[in-house]
């Protein structure tokens, strides 16, 4: 079937030692090879974490890239902290699903017969949804129309007509279809899993346009408990936007370069539905003195004196979500407490809210040799990796905004984190991210920035790098 056109690096520290330190500065869908969890907590005596203690469904934990810092000698580390839900859902049986589906029906959605696989899509998640569910079928151009109000699944005959009689034409009004989308999905019941999922293949250009605007609607609807998911269909849509969209609405961001990988994505979402244990997960990182915030990979963090927050939005049964952060640590006295982390999120088995805290400390040595040997290779592995990709990705965005000097050194530091780790981890998993993004930066560097085979580049270097660095 024919495709739609659709630093950190390991640095040597003053003294001559070689540590593991960051010098610059997937979680993913169920449907694909879930991360290693990071290393059981270590005792306090030789450093780590703290056995976590939590009142609900999810666990949090909290680790550096060393288990020891200099004493005394400002050092760059990765801290990252993970939120993972449990192996099972808990109760067996899966919460209801309200899902409202938003699906761009502008003139373009008739290249290339996207709007005939959209209508299949839209099917699939119907077909595969039970009685006590509840469906909503939006569909925009000029203005948004609601096919589908929120009700029911019921007898599937009536949705199905109204889904095979979607026609495109007209422009591209994504905010009047979201608008519609949160009207319908406040009609289902608050308790039951309520997700919106945006398909689109194109760009804003009627009505409300600006991407801000846009992405805090998806905020407000994840605040009252609704999960905002967007699959970008072809090359010509807005991936920042879409990817904001979708940050900001705690859900997932899918690239779909093939027809057939629709119907996969749909798949994950499901998947991801009927999985889900916790929902609007919000981290928040308290540093102490002596622990500075440099950067914080990938997420949207908003940042205060003391340190930062994440919002995470869901956790599912049997995976993790990861936030990768770049700090410097300068130690005093025997150990330092790295970070104090908590999460606080609405847990679905017992109904109400819950919170989980850890926290992270190192020890505190004189001996270089010591914190040298003191490296956690699968902390450190993550951490690279995430950052690695993370600059993967802003390469190719400064690349399409045509910010050449700025792309050609988030290359050279995405290359050196990736070669530099992949040194000292051995993981081949490092290899085929930095042979994945070698491929696509040279189309990038040899194909006009508005090509399709440009735009392909772009979208799957930040789809890629964005199930690595959460």
């Known amino acids: 079937m024919t495709p739609w056109k659709l630093t950190v690096g390991l640095a040597v520290s003053a003294a001559g030692a070689a540590l593991l330190a960051p010098r610059l500065l997937p979680w993913s869908s169920l449907g694909a090879v879930a991360p290693d969890p990071l290393p059981v907590a270590a005792p306090p005596e030789v450093g780590g974490v703290i056995t976590p203690d939590r009142t609900g469904s999810v666990n949090l934990a909290a680790r550096l890239d060393h288990g020891a810092v200099p004493r005394g000698v400002p050092t760059e580390r990765y801290l990252v902290v993970e939120v993972a839900g449990p192996d099972h859902a808990p109760g067996g049986a899966r919460s209801p699903v309200d899902l409202a589906v938003v699906l761009d029906a502008s003139g373009s959605m008739s290249d290339e017969r996207k709007i005939d696989y959209a209508r299949k899509g839209a099917a699939f998640l119907l077909s595969e949804l039970g009685p006590s569910d509840g469906f909503a079928l939006v569909t925009f151009s000029n203005r948004a129309h609601v096919l589908l109000p929120m009700g029911p699944v019921g007898d599937q005959t009536l949705a199905r007509r109204a889904i095979q009689q979607v026609v495109e034409g007209g422009g591209t009004n994504l905010g009047d279809g979201i608008e519609a989308a949160i009207r319908e999905i406040r009609r289902a019941s608050p308790s039951d899993v309520r997700r919106v999922v945006l398909l689109s293949d194109g760009q804003a250009n009627v009505g409300e346009t600006d991407p801000g605007a846009l992405a805090r609607l998806a905020a407000g609807l994840a605040s009252e408990g609704v999960t905002v998911s967007t699959i970008g269909l072809g090359v010509e849509y807005n991936e920042d936007l879409l990817a904001r969209i979708s940050d900001l609405g705690g859900g997932s961001y899918d690239f779909v370069d093939t027809p057939n990988e629709l119907q996969a994505a749909l798949g994950d979402e499901l998947a991801r539905s009927a999985s889900l244990v916790a929902r609007g997960a ?177 979208k799957s270097t930040q789809e890629d790098a964005r199930d690595l660095y959460k």
């Open 282 to 458: 919000t981290v928040e990182v308290n540093l102490p003195e002596g622990v500075e915030l440099l950067e914080v990979i990938g997420w949207p963090a908003t940042t205060s004196r003391n340190g930062y927050s994440v919002y995470v939005g869901d956790v599912y049964a049997a995976a993790r979500r990861r936030i990768v952060a770049r700090v410097r640590v300068t130690g005093t006295g025997d150990e330092i407490a790295v970070a104090q982390a908590s999460t606080r999120y609405d847990d679905l088995a017992s109904g109400g809210s819950a919170v989980a805290r850890t926290e992270a400390r190192s020890r505190v040595t004189a001996d270089l040799r010591e914190v040298a040997a003191s490296a956690v290779p699968d902390v450190g592995f993550v951490a690279s990796r995430a950052a690695g990709n993370w600059y993967a990705e802003k390469s190719v965005v400064a690349q399409r905004a045509g910010r050449k000097e700025d792309a050609r050194q988030m290359v050279q530091q995405a290359r050196e984190v990736l070669i530099t780790a992949s040194k000292a981890y051995q993981r081949p998993e490092l290899d085929a991210d930095l042979q994945r993004f070698d491929n696509n930066n040279a189309i990038l560097e040899s194909a006009p920035l508005a090509s399709p085979a440009a735009s392909r580049a772009v």
